[in-house]
C-alpha cells in the first residue's frame, strides 16, 4: 500500500494543513483547515483550526470542568477539532509548555496535549503556552483513507504557522490558507479531474 508523503521533502504530513477543497462531499468539512497532528502509514489525526463552538469559551468550558482560572477570562472560542470522540478534548499549543507522559510534540514549536495538564496550564498565569486551542473531537483516516481523499482532490496541502494554527479570525483562516498557497476559491472548482 502506498503511503501518504509529502512528495517535496518524503516525510509525513504531520504539521501540515489540509485545506478542504470547494464541493467537498461531507458538509462537516466545508471550509475546513485541518492541522495533522499524527501521521503514519497506518492512521492520521488532525484537527479542525477554523470550526468554533458558538457561544462556548475556553473560560466557560474550563468552569464547567472545574479548573479555576488564575487569568483573566480568555475569550477564545472552544473549537470543534473534528467529527470523532467530540467529549474528548485536545490542547494544540506552543511548545513552551510540555507535560511528561502526555504531551506529543507534533512539529516545530507546536506540541498536542490531551490531559487536564494542559487545561491547568492554559489557566494558570506562569504555566500558560504562549499561544494555545481548546478543541473537542478530532477528524481521523484509517490506512489509505486519506490518501485517497487526497488522490480524489478533497484536500490541499499548506505549511501551517501560528497566524492559521492559533489566532482569532476562524471565519477567514479557509480563504487565507488558500492565499498562502498563491489561490482563491474563484479559481477552484468543485468538481475534480484528471488531465
Same mark, same amino acid.
Given at each position: 500500500?502506498? #503511503?501518504? +508523503?509529502?512528495?517535496?521533502?518524503?516525510?509525513? !504530513?504531520? %504539521?501540515?494543513? &489540509?485545506?478542504?477543497?470547494? *464541493?467537498?462531499?461531507?458538509?462537516?468539512?466545508?471550509?475546513?483547515?485541518?492541522?495533522?497532528?499524527?501521521?503514519?502509514?497506518?492512521?492520521?489525526?488532525?484537527?479542525?483550526?477554523?470550526?468554533?463552538?458558538?457561544?462556548?469559551?475556553?473560560?466557560?468550558l474550563?468552569?464547567?470542568l472545574?479548573?479555576? #482560572?488564575? +487569568?483573566?477570562a480568555?475569550?477564545?472560542?472552544? !473549537?470543534? %477539532?473534528g467529527? &470523532?470522540?467530540?467529549?474528548? *478534548?485536545?490542547?494544540?499549543?506552543?511548545?513552551?509548555?510540555?507535560?511528561?507522559?502526555?504531551?506529543?510534540?507534533?512539529?516545530?514549536?507546536?506540541?498536542?496535549?490531551?490531559t487536564?495538564?494542559?487545561?491547568?496550564?492554559?489557566?494558570?498565569?506562569?504555566?500558560?503556552?504562549?499561544?494555545?486551542?481548546?478543541?473537542?473531537?478530532?477528524?481521523?483516516?484509517g490506512?489509505?483513507?486519506?490518501?485517497?481523499? &487526497?488522490?480524489?482532490?478533497?484536500?490541499?496541502?499548506?505549511?501551517?504557522?501560528e497566524?492559521?494554527?492559533?489566532?482569532?479570525?476562524?471565519?477567514?483562516?479557509?480563504?487565507?490558507?488558500?492565499?498562502?498557497?498563491?489561490?482563491?476559491?474563484?479559481?477552484?472548482?468543485?468538481?475534480?479531474?484528471?488531465?
Amino acid at each position: 500500500m502506498a #503511503s501518504l +508523503i509529502d512528495d517535496d521533502d518524503g516525510e509525513f !504530513l504531520i %504539521g501540515r494543513l &489540509l485545506v478542504a477543497m470547494p *464541493g467537498i462531499e461531507d458538509p462537516r468539512f466545508e471550509r475546513t483547515v485541518l492541522y495533522l497532528c499524527a501521521h503514519d502509514e497506518d492512521a492520521a489525526m488532525g484537527l479542525a483550526v477554523n470550526r468554533p463552538v458558538e457561544g462556548l469559551t475556553v473560560f466557560e468550558l474550563l468552569n464547567r470542568l472545574g479548573v479555576r #482560572s488564575e +487569568i483573566q477570562a480568555p475569550s477564545d472560542l472552544v !473549537l470543534l %477539532g473534528g467529527p &470523532l470522540e467530540r467529549e474528548r *478534548g485536545f490542547v494544540l499549543h506552543t511548545d513552551d509548555f510540555s507535560s511528561p507522559d502526555s504531551t506529543l510534540p507534533v512539529a516545530d514549536g507546536v506540541a498536542l496535549t490531551a490531559t487536564r495538564d494542559a487545561l491547568d496550564a492554559m489557566a494558570s498565569a506562569i504555566k500558560r503556552p504562549r499561544k494555545s486551542l481548546l478543541a473537542l473531537g478530532y477528524a481521523g483516516w484509517g490506512p489509505g483513507q486519506l490518501e485517497q481523499e &487526497l488522490r480524489d482532490n478533497v484536500w490541499l496541502i499548506c505549511d501551517a504557522d501560528e497566524g492559521l494554527l492559533f489566532d482569532e479570525d476562524h471565519e477567514h483562516k479557509w480563504t487565507r490558507a488558500l492565499a498562502k498557497l498563491g489561490i482563491t476559491a474563484d479559481h477552484l472548482s468543485a468538481t475534480a479531474g484528471r488531465a
